[in-house]
């Protein structure tokens, strides 16, 4: 099973809201298709916008594998601009398993830049893209962060 980072902007997509609300939700699959396998765990990332900080904000895991898709209407809801086209696209389905709440508070941006092993993921060296595969060191120390 590998673990990744899924990248989502607030400006685009309203993440929080989507996190909160749904059980489940469909990402864009942009980079790494054929490493993603059923049932590999999945971090989401909240880019900054808005005053709001840059961090992983829920732990999700993947249902099925990676194929063409629509974003479901459901997930469309989501949209910052509905009237996007929604066109066929690689997807993944993500089950939401845990999210920040008033009990576990999200993992920010800053706290991983202050992380000797954390500050090395690809999401900080090179933050513009939306799918990141961590390497077994970071996700030891991720869930580390995350169960605390």
């Not at 400006?11 to 489940?24: G, S, Y």
């Not at 909240?46 to 732990?59: F, L, N």
């Not at 920010?108 to 077994?136: C, W, Y």
Request: aromatic share 8%; hydrophobic share 40%.
């Amino acid at each position: 099973m590998s673990t990744w980072i899924f990248q989502g902007n607030p400006a685009t997509f309203r993440i929080n809201d989507a996190v909160k609300e749904l059980e489940w939700t469909t990402w864009l699959v942009k980079v790494h298709h054929g490493k993603m396998r059923p049932r590999d765990t999945v971090y989401l990332w909240r880019s900054a916008h808005d005053g709001e900080p840059a961090g992983v904000i829920a732990k999700t895991e993947m249902q099925g594998t990676v194929i063409p898709m629509f974003s479901p209407h459901e997930i469309v809801a989501y949209w910052v601009d509905p009237e996007i086209k929604n066109s066929r696209e690689d997807r993944v389905r993500l089950n939401i398993l845990e999210r920040c709440s008033e009990t576990r508070e999200m993992i920010t941006r800053e706290a991983i830049l202050d992380d000797e092993i954390l500050k090395t993921m690809l999401v900080i060296r090179q933050p513009h893209g939306t799918n990141f595969l961590l390497s077994d060191e970071h996700v030891e120390r991720l869930e580390e962060l995350w169960n605390q």
